[in-house]
C-alpha cells in the first residue's frame, strides 16, 4: 500500500431508490491525518465511509486515494480498510482466521498470516483469545479483533465507523493511544 497519501471525495453522492443519503460531499483529507464525520443518526456517515470502502456505489462524483480515482476499483483493489460498527466477523472462523482473512485471500501462506495476526491480537489485547469463536467474546472484544482484522492489510486509508463504542472507558484510552501510534507509524 501506499504511505502519505491524501485521501479526497469530489462532489460525492450517494442516493438510494432516488432519497440522497450523501449530497455532494467534497472534503479533502491529508495525509497522516484523523478526519471524525460528526453528524446525528442517519445523516450518511456510515454511507460516506462505505463509498470510499467501495461496499456502496458512488451515485455521483469521485473518490481519490493518493491522487488515483478509486471510485471504480473493487474493495479489495482501493488500498482502504474498514471496520464495520457490527464487526462483521466470520462466525466460523477463530479469531486468529478472522483476522488473517484477509490475507489468506492474497495467497499468503498459513503460517505467515497466523503469525501476522497474532501480532496485531497482540496488539489489541486479543492475543490469549486466538482460537475462540466469535460467539465466545464479548462485545468489546469482538470490537477489536474486527480492529486487528481491519490493520492487518496496512491499508493507506483506514476507515473506522465508530471503532471504540463498545470498548470500556479504560481500553477505549489505552486503544485511542495505539491507534495514534499506528498513525505515526
Known amino acids: ?16 431508490d432516488g432519497v440522497v443519503a450523501v449530497d455532494a460531499i467534497s472534503q479533502k483529507i491529508p495525509a497522516g ?4 464525520l ?23 462524483g469521485d473518490i481519490l486515494l493518493g ?12 488500498g482502504t480498510a474498514m471496520m464495520f460498527q457490527n464487526y462483521a466477523l466470520f462466525p466460523h472462523l477463530s479469531v486468529v482466521d478472522n483476522v488473517a482473512f484477509s ?3 492474497r495467497g499468503e501462506p498459513k503460517v505467515a498470516r497466523r503469525d501476522r495476526a497474532r501480532e496485531l491480537l497482540s496488539l ?42 463498545a470498548l470500556d472507558p479504560f481500553l477505549r484510552l489505552r486503544m485511542r493511544v495505539e491507534l495514534k501510534k499506528l498513525q505515526r507509524t
Request: glycine share 8%.
Open 1 to 16: 500500500m501506499q504511505r502519505n497519501v491524501t485521501l479526497e471525495l469530489v462532489a460525492a453522492t450517494k442516493r438510494y
Open 124 to 165: 489489541v489485547e486479543m492475543a490469549e483469545y486466538a482460537d475462540r469463536l466469535p460467539r465466545q467474546l464479548s462485545g468489546g472484544q469482538q470490537q477489536r479483533v474486527a480492529l486487528a482484522r481491519a490493520l492487518i492489510t496496512e491499508p493507506s486509508a483506514l476507515l473506522l465507523d465508530e471503532p471504540l463504542s
Open 103 to 105: 490475507l489468506k485471500m
Open 38 to 60: 460528526l453528524g446525528p443518526s442517519g445523516c450518511g456517515k456510515t454511507s460516506t465511509l462505505r463509498m470510499i470502502a467501495g461496499h456502496e456505489s458512488v451515485s455521483e
Open 33 to 36: 491525518s484523523y478526519c471524525c
Open 67 to 78: 491522487g488515483v480515482n478509486i471510485t471504480e476499483l473493487p474493495p479489495a483493489k482501493r
